[in-house]
T-cell receptor, first 111, second 113 residues
């Protein structure tokens, strides 16, 4: 069993929809939780960074962390075709710059 | 401020050869981490360097090695290439040695024939 599980999709939604992306994990030592977006043939780009449990909002993006359930989510409101990309969750125990990634969910937002 | 740069962007090698990839971090960043991305295994941590010292290593064979120079630029080397080494190799730079935002480069796409 992988430390971080993420449904690879693909997920296809109409423009304007609310998108929900999720990851579960097994390592209770994870304290730092991130969401990256990766466009085709590009490196991952950091979207959201959360320490420990709670919610964080940035524009159309909201990240939630529930450490008791070992479950993290990313919500995208008013999705746009430009949001079409692969979304990767990543986690770390801290102390070192070592990230454990989920498999990535491929999202397609169609006009 | 310039981002993370990686060279070369694309590389074709044959089995048994060795390859060296280069990464220049964002100016002022002292930590460089390397990752391998494949369709089957996803993004996997290779190793991290901070101030020319390897601080952490992932579960990869000894054929994978790296180093960091005094100007924080880093190289990774893969010896005796295997077909399964075909992947996108990404490096990420961070300012410090704690758990901070990692900025990724565009990657080097390696194809082993």
């Amino acid at each position: 069993q992988k430390e971080v599980e993420q449904d690879p999709g693909p997920l296809s939604v109409p423009e304007g929809a609310i998108v929900s992306l999720n990851c579960t994990y097994s390592n209770s030592a994870f304290q730092y939780f991130m969401w990256y977006r990766q466009y085709s043939r590009k490196g991952p780009e950091l979207l959201m960074y959360t320490y420990s449990s709670g919610n964080k909002e940035d524009g159309r993006f909201t990240a939630q962390v529930d450490k008791s359930s070992k479950y993290i989510s990313l919500f995208i409101r008013d999705s746009q075709p430009s949001d079409s990309a692969t979304y990767l969750c990543a986690m770390s125990e801290g102390g070192y710059n070592k990230l454990i990634f989920g498999a990535g969910t491929r999202l397609a937002v169609h006009p | 401020k310039a981002g993370v740069t990686q060279t070369p962007r694309y590389l074709i090698k044959t089995r048994g050869q060795q390859v060296t990839l280069s990464c220049s971090p964002i100016s002022g960043h002292r930590s460089v981490s390397w990752y391998q991305q494949t369709p089957g295994q996803g993004l996997q941590f290779l190793f991290e360097y901070f101030s020319e010292t390897q601080r952490n290593k992932g579960n990869f064979p000894g054929r994978f090695s790296g180093r960091q120079f005094s100007n924080s630029r880093s190289e990774m080397n893969v010896s005796t290439l295997e077909l399964g080494d075909s992947a996108l190799y990404l490096c990420a730079s961070t300012y410090g040695q704690g758990m901070e935002t990692q900025y990724f480069g565009p990657g080097t796409r390696l194809l082993v024939l």
